[in-house]
């Protein structure tokens, strides 16, 4: 059984930082790439970050460049997002993806002063 569960979330003031992360299990984590997406209040949920098998293969999309950073352990069946220089519109539900079809139950960050 396939299960993502995302952590770290929560409410930082603009300019702060968190790191998200999402435990993996249920599939051979290390063959896989991982994403980041977000639902931001009243919109559809996009696509943040992905990161392939290894670190050096990561993509962002062009709003966070810069400010995040998707990495993994595969030791650890785990990735994570770091996030820098937080904004106000970064405030979303934060959600896992992988496999395809699989997501998290979601990570709640609120930026606000």
């Known amino acids: 059984q396939v299960t993502l569960v995302e952590s770290g979330g929560g409410l930082v003031q603009p300019g702060g930082s968190l790191r998200l992360s999402c435990a993996a299990s249920g599939f051979t984590f290390s063959r896989y790439i991982m994403r980041w997406y977000r639902q931001a209040p009243g919109k559809g949920r996009d696509w943040v970050a992905s990161i392939g098998l290894t670190d050096d293969s990561a993509s962002y999309t062009d709003s966070v460049k810069g400010r995040f950073t998707i990495s993994r352990d595969n030791a650890k069946n785990t990735v994570y997002l770091q996030m820098t220089n937080l904004k106000p519109e970064d405030t979303a539900v934060y959600y896992c993806?992988?496999?395809?079809?699989?997501w998290g139950q979601g990570t709640q960050v609120t930026v606000s002063s």
């Open positions: 993806y992988a496999l395809s079809g699989y």
